[in-house]
């Protein structure tokens, strides 16, 4: 089949739209905002939300193969479609991804290090998880969170239910604060036959809970961590029968790398792949899905450097034009807002 649909219409749609169309395929989207981003590379789009089943069930007939670019599509509508047309990555990772404490017990199940967390259900629960595991701490949704929001970041001494109100009372994970040297991410690409390949690790650097910066090479820290955290990774995608790119996000520290969190679809931390890599993170994972030989994911460059554009106007990014070196992406979002990701550059170095 040649239709490929996508579930979300954000800018990780957008450079999957623009993969798969280089391979041939058209898109099919499907998301619950008229003024998608990824509107504008779909042959079709459908604009409905997440849990209309009706609406569901003609997209997927009309698919051969689906996708998602947003983890937190909910499940229960996706299992009712599932008869429908495939659906890669499995349900099952999207619905270990969507909860922070399920993803930690999976990683743990799994031989991996998280940092000592708790559940919190309500005010007195916090005061008991802090207790046990000390300030500093993080508080996090067990759901919805992203760019380090539906946190609050706990400091000793702190005035608990002050926290408690900041989260606005939502199911929460307590978390130690890892004292980490570096951040990074394996992103790898699992096809249907089971094979595995890993692009190479980004140092990330992340600004107010942003992601602000991928590196690639990664220093000496990051590098002798790579074979634990890259067969951490590997465990897991086999477990879940993973098929398409799944990012794990670590920190490095003086006990090994200790997982933080994962993303079963492609990642920011891998954009740097588009120029960097033989072959991208969305072009591996449109092969993955529909079930074509993976590419090679060897580094093109000696070093990239990937940073994202935050904030500011599309008008004064192009600015950045300015050094030819520099490869622009600008997402077509008209609306600016401080912490909102207007697009990235990526500059190779030889
Ligand atoms: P993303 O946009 O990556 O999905 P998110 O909102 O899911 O972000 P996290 O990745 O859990 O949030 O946290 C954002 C950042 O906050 C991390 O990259 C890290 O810099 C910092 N952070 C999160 N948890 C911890 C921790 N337990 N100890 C130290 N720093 C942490
Ligand atoms: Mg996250
Ligand atoms: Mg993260």
Redesign the pocket.
């Known amino acids: 089949g040649s239709t490929i649909g996508i579930l979300g219409g954000g800018q990780l749609g957008r450079m999957l739209g623009v993969a798969a169309a280089q391979l041939g395929y058209r898109c099919h989207i499907y998301a619950p905002d008229e003024a998608s981003v990824a509107a504008d590379v779909a042959a079709e789009f459908t604009c409905a939300q997440d849990d209309d089943i009706p609406a569901l069930e003609k997209f997927a007939d009309a698919c051969d193969v689906i996708t998602f670019e947003f983890e937190n599509v909910p499940v229960a509508p996706l299992t009712a479609i599932a008869d429908r047309a495939p659906l890669y990555p499995p349900v099952a990772a999207l619905d270990i991804a969507q909860n922070?404490i399920a993803e930690k017990n999976y990683a743990r199940t799994h031989g991996g290090k998280t940092?000592p967390?708790a559940e919190v259900t309500d005010a007195a629960s916090l005061d008991k998880a802090i207790a046990d595991i000390g300030a500093?701490?993080?508080l996090?949704t067990i759901r919805m969170?992203?760019?380090?929001?539906?946190?609050a970041r706990i400091k000793p001494g702190d005035d608990l239910g002050k926290h408690w109100d900041s989260v606005a009372h939502q199911p929460c994970v307590a978390?130690?604060?890892?004292?980490?040297s570096h951040?990074f991410s394996v992103i790898l690409v699992r096809g249907q036959d089971g094979a595995i390949r890993y692009w190479d690790t980004p140092h990330?650097i992340?600004e107010d809970?942003?992601?602000a910066q991928s590196l690639v090479p990664a220093p000496a820290e990051i590098a002798r961590q790579e074979e634990a955290a890259r067969a951490l990774a590997a465990k897991m995608a086999d477990a879940m029968d993973y098929v398409g790119v799944l990012t794990c996000?670590f920190?490095a520290t003086d006990n090994g790398p200790?997982f933080?969190?994962m993303?079963p679809r492609v990642?920011?931390?891998g954009h740097w792949t588009i120029e960097g890599a033989i072959t991208s993170q969305f072009e591996n994972h449109i092969r993955a899905i529909c079930g074509l030989p993976l590419g090679d994911t060897g580094l093109v460059a000696d070093r990239v450097e990937m940073t994202n554009l935050i904030g500011g106007s599309a008008g004064e990014w192009q600015a950045l034009l300015t050094d030819s070196a520099n490869q622009l992406h600008l997402y077509g979002k008209g609306e600016s807002r401080p912490g909102r990701k207007m697009g990235h550059v990526t500059k190779l170095f030889f």
């Open positions: 922070r940092a967390f500093p701490a993080i996090k969170g992203y760019d380090g929001k539906g946190q978390e130690g604060f890892v004292t980490f951040e990330n992340h809970g942003i992601l996000e920190f200790v933080n969190e993303a990642h920011n931390s």
